[in-house]
């Protein structure tokens, strides 16, 4: 059935009408859902929920039963076995309350929420981005870490599903960390495409996971062509005429209402609500709900119960009490800080607006804060429902929200939950000390210090098809084993030597770039931190570089990061200890698609949200940057660095780094392994003396080179990033982690990986020698490509299993 204008206004017709925006679907669709216009650059429209207790004040007994009633379908669903192991999962801001209101149907389940508000020494469990929101970032952050880290089914719910990209994002970062075989996926409206609905099922596919779904109702949005820019035009040209206009606030004669929550009980789902939590809060309800219905006021005959962003669980629950005890008329709704244009007409979702800044001293700064369709909605009494963190000045000043409110109701009453904070977890009073040379790693002991423990007696490796296997099926992450080690034939080692000759003096200039501008603008006596492992060789030349032009002799410490797991905290907790964070600079040989460099950055965020530390500068030095990924580099150009043509056997005789929970407790450093049977092969020492040999006849060229550099325009343009977005769409692999730009990501995939094929630039000479010769041992074919941004580009084989790799179709072994 199709809703557009007709005889009975819907809360959709005004939208409809003026975009050509029509909603198709189940009968009931209409009833559930309005339209109105939002301030946002990414989509016009806005779906407003009836039924949510978000944006349209509702029966809080119609709200909680929606959420409820789709519960115990997925009880129904599961089982009761598989029931009992489920963890439900809601979305801030908008789900907090629906997907409460889902757990409580479960029954057993226990519930975490995601936010926006992070807190000092709690390490979050996980993050995602929601792509079409007006504020993006999530974080799961549970008291309990092993709340997510269990394998029965995942239960995500949404207030709607509009592409499945949020979705889509939260399972791919979980799956990662923690994988399982069961998701269910939980909305009040399925609004996705056909294409969006396929999409999601190749993914569960890929995964390996059932994924099911279960919505109230189903139905599509569909928008004519350049509705997005007509939709801003509309909301300008309103927004400009004062439509919904706030009326001045005035002084609140705001009654304080003491709940008498109960201690130590979690306002709602943000660090995870068990279900004795619930038991609690169930006997609690009704003496709570008795206080706010002897503050109200006898003539109060229409009463608004008024929640707080994320919190909408407790307002609710609030809310439904009291109308099942008072003879009031109750309604519930919640403040937010999506903006939406308001117009007052019956065929608009949004009638009326309250405008009022933020007042929880939001991490993301402050901002506007909205009350929509409480102005002009005839309420007595409005009851806000805030948490402690949120009952700051700013929301009893003049033009707050109290304020606000008092100029439409004449009477406020203003209850404040405890806003539940974990206790910190207690950190160990001392962190083991660097590893070194010759005990670990054949370098030096004055070259790196290794924050790492040493895991070199426990059996890691695995055979390279049988890892790509279990890493593209989701059942391991690539960090938690090793690939076994690749042993060099003499004419691979002899290609090693001959490249090594043609580029050490390249290197040499390259490492006195980047260490001159690391010096000159990063910190006069900078704290080398290389990513291992192949930061680590990078490293090692740089603090050599600087005792040769400058007589300094820099601390240099190697660290493990990883993809989808960020990198070890323990280590950045060791060096804020024992250095200024400000002086510490990143190292990395160089970038590819700049995965790595955006990883970091985020890793570096959250560690300074939960630890409370600052001062880590989270950009990376790199000898190359062909992505265009950093600001501080030696060369933009995509060239052959040696030190990629092996692994440990260059690199110190270390393995790459491995996170394996069962391995790495949580006050622990991540893990390597040294090497020490491969002492006869090691040619790491040799490396660093070939390039180190070239330095006096490199020094006037670096001069001349970091003084080109510092005038230059250095804005990263992630121009990598689209060239892997762009072949990973043209060889229909839709996944960017199996493509992997430049030579130096080129040659890990033919040593560790199971190589799909090979992109080669044409004209691609000398600095190709050692890709063409693995790749014809391993029978993978190397295809010469016009236009391509990096020498050449290796494709991981998508969607592996074993016996698919070569140019035959079989798996061919080293």
Known sequence: MKYAVNDTVWSGSWVAQRLGVELVGDDGLPALLGLALRRNPKRAHLLVSNVLGKHVPQSPTVVYEYGHRLGRRVAALLGEASAATAVVLGYAETATGLGHAVADGLGTAPYLHSTRRPVPGLAPAGGFEESHSHATSHLLLPENPGLLAGDGPLVLVDDEFSTGNTVLNTIRDLHERYPRGRYVVVALVDMRSPEDTARMERF??????????????????????????????????????????????????????????????????????????????????????????????????????????????????????????????????????????????????????????????????????????????????????VDSAADTPALHAPGGLLARLAAHTPHVLLAVVPSYVPPAPERPAMLPEPLRGPAFSS???????????????????????????????????????????????????????????????????????????????????????????????????????????????????????????????????????????????????????????????????????????????????????????????????????????????????????VLRADLVGADDFHGAKFYRELAGADVSAAFLDAVCARFPEVADAVGTAVKELMAEDRTPTWAGWRAVERISEEYGIHDVNLVKPGVGETTRVLLRRVPWKIL???????????????????????????????????????QYTRGATGADGKAVNL
């Open 204 to 385: 569960a596919a890929e995964i390996g996971a059932r994924v099911d779904l279960i919505a109230a109702a189903s139905g599509a949005v569909r928008l004519p062509e350049g509705v997005l820019e007509k939709g801003q035009r509309l909301v300008a040209h309103h927004e400009s005429a004062g439509c919904g206009a706030d009326v001045p606030p005035r002084a609140p004669g705001v009654v304080s209402l003491d709940l008498r929550w109960p201690a130590g009980l979690p306002d709602g789902g943000r660090h995870g609500f068990t279900p004795a939590h619930r038991d609690r809060l169930e006997a609690a309800l009704p003496e709570m709900a008795a206080r706010i219905s002897d503050a109200l006021p006898d003539s109060a005959r229409r009463v608004l119960v008024l929640g707080f962003e994320e919190l909408m669980y407790a307002p609710l629950r609030l809310a439904r009490e009291l109308e099942q005890a008072t003879d009031a008329e109750v309604r519930f709704s919640t403040t937010t800080r999506s903006p939406v244009l308001a117009l007052d007409d019956p065929g608009y979702a949004i009638r009326t607006r309250l405008v009022f800044p933020a007042h929880d001293d939001p991490a993301d700064g402050p901002g506007e804060r909205y009350a929509y369709n409480v102005a002009g909605g005839g309420f007595d009494a409005v009851v806000a429902v």
């Open 443 to 657: 370098y030096a002991p004055d070259e790196v210090g290794w924050l790492l423990q040493d895991l070199s007696e426990v059996t890691l490796e695995a055979p390279t098809e049988e890892r790509e296997e279990a890493i593209q099926s989701g059942g391991a992450h690539y960090a938690e084993s090793l690939p076994v080690e690749y042993q060099p034939s003499a004419q691979y080692q002899e290609l090693f030597h001959t490249a090594l000759d043609a580029s050490a003096a390249r290197l040499a200039q390259a490492v006195g770039v980047v260490t001159e501008a690391v010096i000159a603008e990063r910190s006069p006596r900078p704290v080398l931190v290389s990513l291992a492992r192949a930061g680590t060789p990078v490293g090692v030349l740089m603090r050599r570089w600087a005792r040769y032009r400058h007589g300094l002799d820099l601390p240099h410490y190697a660290v493990s990061i990883v993809r989808g797991r960020g990198i070890d905290a323990n280590a950045l907790r060791w060096l804020a200890a024992h250095h200024d964070p400000h002086d510490i600079v990143f190292v990395d040989g160089w970038t590819g698609k700049g995965a790595i460099t955006r990883e970091l950055a985020q890793a570096v965020e959250e560690f300074e949200q939960a630890e409370g530390i600052t001062g880590f500068d989270p950009e990376i030095a790199v000898l190359a940057d062909p992505g265009s990924c950093v600001r501080t580099y030696g060369t933009r150009e995509d060239f052959l660095i040696p030190s990629a043509c092996l692994n440990s056997t260059v690199s110190g005789l270390i393995s790459r780094t």
């Open 760 to 798: 080669a630039r044409k004209g691609a000479g000398a600095d190709l020698d050692h890709v063409r010769l693995l790749a014809g041992q391993r029978g993978v074919p190397v295809e010469e490509v016009g236009e391509l941004p990096y020498t050449c580009v290796g494709l991981i084989h998508p």
